[in-house]
């Protein structure tokens, strides 16, 4: 009877542990869908809620900033509150917060939402990915780590562009809002139901109100420069240069406020005691700038360049996500089963992401899905086991007491790098296309032979479908300028494509110096405690030696 008992609990915990897991994965899926909603809707929002750019670049100024500010005070909530009760919270502000977008094209309203979302979201991926690490021993976290990446990680990248450009062809960029409600429905349910074991409880601390103020400013002026800065063409804005300015003092004063707080900051340092959390803290800037930028590129290229429809743009990411969540889990059973180390993974997933991003270099406005399907394909199997490896890395040695302060840090890094990324793709495309027409127009000469040649076959193909020659003469001309700005596209986001590669080419020895030097102070930091805790481990030895003399002393005082 005794082991009937233990039988039933050992499969209740089992089934709670499912429901956990899944809850908080659809919980993630949630903020993918309502993170990527701009990428392929920009056009139909705009035009239905009779927006200008300046007025609908609040729109994802507000959600990415309150993200980053969110992922910032998750660690402070987690401590005062249950995070599974904070997690719940979340989902339903952000169920509720994609609901009310939905029947509404007021922008004010719009933008007050995407606030509630970003906030909502970021809190809702650092407590759910600490829930997962507080629920399960280490052991385990390779699978559930690369369960939590499907929604957090590969969903975003690959299954939320495919719905979303299905939902704008079919319906209305308002059935993307609406899709996020029974999701997050779902996953509020299971969570409800689920048992989530409480943390270890720290001494709660006052919250850092100067410290939050200071990076909140920062993050938001960042993420409005990163955004709009290749928009306005930087610094020869005034504004731009400003909140640059103010950006960079806030974070500096940021810096030095949580110095002197001395461990009672927003920020704890002691996780960078940990030579792997510092790392991969470091390789979270590029590993964003590698994801987010080159999920900026494909769809780009392909609307811009190859004129695809947003469902079929969407779709052509979507195969690459089998090969994500596949990579992902040879990774995960290499690191639980074979007990492989993460680290040996990075490499494979470099290389991999490196090749892909080559092999998309050689793309013309003549190539299709197919001709691109195999790069994306190796793209979406070298991301999973770059990313399962830098999150097992970044976190495997941390206390439980900061894990989430971690876990919080190393997302924040992640955006960042993400908005740097796409920044600078987006200005090196915009330069990189004023060049091209000029270099390109310079060679068209009125003369030339083949200009001529092309000139008088484009207009006696206007003529025979019967426009007048007059007409037919500036259509021509109209079209060959429109084939250099084409030409000088397609060249422009080759050399974008080449800039993601030559990325991990300059950063990969960059990074094996920075875990050299790592190795080498973590190494050096032992020595000296080693040496501090020698005269403290010979003073029990001595002590017994003391007392002996001690009372030959006494003895002959007597």
Same mark, same amino acid.
């Given at each position: 009877?005794?082991?009937?008992?233990?039988?039933?609990?050992?499969?209740?915990?089992?089934?709670?542990?499912?429901?956990?897991?899944?809850?908080?994965? /659809? $919980?993630?899926?949630?903020?993918?869908?309502?993170?990527?909603?701009?990428?392929?809707?920009?056009?139909?929002i705009?035009?239905?809620?009779? $927006?200008?750019?300046?007025?609908?670049?609040?729109?994802d100024?507000?959600?990415?900033?309150?993200?980053?500010?969110?992922?910032?005070?998750?660690?402070?909530?987690?401590?005062?509150l249950?995070?599974?009760?904070?997690?719940?919270?979340?989902t339903?502000?952000?169920?509720?917060?994609?609901?009310?977008?939905?029947?509404?094209?007021?922008?004010?309203?719009?933008?007050? /939402?995407?606030?509630?979302?970003?906030?909502?979201?970021?809190?809702?991926?650092?407590?759910?990915?600490?829930?997962?690490?507080?629920?399960?021993?280490?052991?385990?976290?390779?699978?559930?780590?690369?369960?939590?990446?499907?929604?957090?990680?590969?969903?975003?990248?690959t299954?939320?562009?495919?719905?979303?450009?299905?939902?704008?062809?079919?319906?209305?960029?308002?059935?993307?809002?609406?899709?996020?409600?029974?999701?997050?429905?779902?996953?509020?349910g299971?969570?409800?139901?689920?048992?989530?074991?409480?943390?270890?409880?720290? !001494?709660?601390?006052?919250?850092?109100?100067?410290?939050?103020?200071?990076?909140?400013?920062?993050?938001?002026?960042?993420?409005?420069?990163?955004?709009?800065?290749?928009?306005?063409?930087?610094?020869?804005?005034?504004?731009?240069?400003?909140?640059?300015?103010?950006?960079?003092?806030t974070?500096?004063?940021?810096?030095?406020?949580?110095?002197?707080?001395?461990?009672?900051?927003?920020?704890?340092?002691?996780?960078?005691?940990?030579?792997?959390?510092?790392?991969?803290?470091?390789?979270?800037?590029v590993?964003?700038? $590698?994801?987010?930028?080159?999920?900026?590129?494909?769809?780009?290229? !392909?609307?811009?360049?190859?004129?695809?429809?947003?469902?079929?743009?969407?779709?052509?990411?979507?195969?690459?996500?089998?090969?994500?969540?596949?990579?992902?889990?040879?990774?995960?059973?290499?690191?639980?089963v074979?007990?492989?180390?993460?680290?040996?993974?990075?490499?494979?997933?470099?290389?991999?992401?490196?090749?892909?991003?080559?092999?998309?270099?050689?793309?013309?406005?003549?190539?299709?899905?197919?001709?691109?399907?195999?790069?994306?394909?190796?793209?979406?199997?070298?991301?999973?086991?770059?990313? /399962?490896?830098?999150?097992?890395?970044?976190?495997?040695?941390?206390?439980?007491?900061?894990?989430?302060?971690?876990?919080?840090?190393?997302?924040?890094?992640?955006?960042?790098?993400?908005?740097?990324?796409?920044?600078?793709l987006?200005?090196?495309?915009?330069?990189?296309?004023?060049?091209?027409?000029?270099?390109?127009?310079?060679?068209?000469?009125?003369?030339?032979t083949?200009?001529?040649?092309?000139?008088?076959?484009?207009?006696?193909?206007?003529?025979?479908?019967?426009?007048?020659?007059?007409?037919?003469?500036?259509?021509?001309?109209?079209?060959l300028?429109?084939?250099?700005?084409?030409?000088?596209?397609?060249?422009?986001?080759?050399?974008?494509?080449?800039?993601?590669?030559?990325?991990?080419?300059?950063? !990969?020895?960059?990074?094996?110096?920075?875990?050299?030097?790592?190795?080498?102070?973590?190494?050096?930091?032992?020595?000296?405690?080693?040496?501090?805790?020698?005269?403290?481990?010979?003073?029990?030895?001595?002590?017994?030696?003391?007392?002996?003399?001690?009372?030959?002393?006494?003895?002959?005082?007597?």
């Amino acid at each position: 009877m005794t082991t009937a008992i233990a039988t039933t609990a050992s499969r209740d915990r089992s089934t709670t542990g499912v429901l956990l897991v899944t809850g908080i994965v /659809l $919980a993630t899926l949630t903020e993918a869908i309502a993170s990527t909603v701009l990428s392929l809707g920009r056009g139909d929002i705009i035009g239905d809620t009779y $927006a200008t750019p300046d007025e609908f670049a609040w729109l994802d100024v507000g959600y990415t900033a309150l993200k980053l500010i969110g992922f910032m005070a998750a660690p402070w909530l987690m401590n005062r509150l249950n995070p599974l009760s904070l997690i719940i919270g979340s989902t339903l502000a952000m169920g509720m917060a994609c609901g009310i977008a939905a029947i509404t094209a007021r922008l004010d309203l719009l933008v007050a /939402l995407r606030i509630i979302q970003g906030f909502s979201g970021g809190t809702l991926l650092v407590g759910g990915q600490a829930l997962i690490f507080h629920a399960y021993p280490r052991s385990r976290q390779p699978l559930l780590q690369a369960l939590f990446a499907m929604g957090s990680v590969v969903a975003p990248a690959t299954i939320a562009p495919a719905l979303q450009g299905w939902l704008l062809d079919s319906q209305s960029w308002t059935w993307i809002f609406f899709s996020v409600v029974p999701v997050a429905l779902t996953a509020v349910g299971l969570l409800l139901i689920a048992d989530a074991p409480m943390p270890l409880k720290t !001494a709660p601390r006052r919250f850092d109100w100067i410290g939050f103020s200071l990076i909140s400013i920062t993050l938001f002026c960042f993420t409005y420069v990163f955004s709009q800065g290749s928009r306005w063409d930087w610094f020869e804005e005034p504004h731009i240069l400003w909140l640059t300015v103010i950006g960079a003092a806030t974070l500096i004063a940021f810096l030095g406020q949580q110095v002197s707080a001395k461990g009672q900051g927003l920020i704890d340092f002691t996780l960078f005691k940990s030579e792997d959390f510092s790392f991969a803290f470091v390789v979270s800037f590029v590993a964003g700038a $590698a994801l987010f930028g080159s999920a900026f590129l494909i769809p780009s290229f !392909a609307v811009s360049v190859l004129a695809f429809t947003p469902t079929d743009a969407g779709l052509l990411l979507l195969p690459s996500g089998a090969l994500f969540i596949g990579s992902l889990s040879i990774a995960a059973f290499l690191m639980q089963v074979r007990h492989v180390p993460p680290v040996a993974t990075v490499p494979f997933g470099i290389l991999m992401i490196m090749v892909a991003m080559w092999m998309l270099s050689g793309s013309t406005s003549e190539s299709g899905a197919d001709d691109m399907m195999a790069a994306i394909l190796l793209r979406g199997f070298g991301l999973g086991f770059l990313f /399962l490896s830098i999150t097992l890395i970044a976190f495997g040695k941390l206390n439980s007491r900061n894990l989430a302060s971690g876990i919080s840090l190393f997302n924040t890094g992640r955006q960042l790098g993400g908005l740097i990324g796409v920044a600078a793709l987006q200005t090196l495309i915009d330069h990189n296309v004023a060049a091209n027409v000029a270099v390109l127009g310079a060679n068209i000469t009125a003369g030339g032979t083949a200009v001529i040649e092309r000139l008088t076959t484009t207009t006696a193909m206007l003529t025979a479908k019967g426009m007048d020659a007059a007409a037919a003469s500036r259509a021509a001309t109209s079209l060959l300028g429109r084939a250099v700005t084409g030409q000088s596209t397609v060249i422009a986001f080759d050399t974008a494509f080449n800039a993601v590669a030559l990325l991990f080419v300059i950063a !990969a020895p960059v990074l094996v110096a920075i875990k050299i030097a790592l190795s080498r102070h973590a190494k050096a930091r032992a020595a000296r405690l080693l040496k501090t805790s020698e005269p403290q481990q010979a003073f029990p030895t001595s002590l017994p030696v003391c007392r002996h003399r001690l009372a030959g002393v006494d003895s002959r005082v007597r």
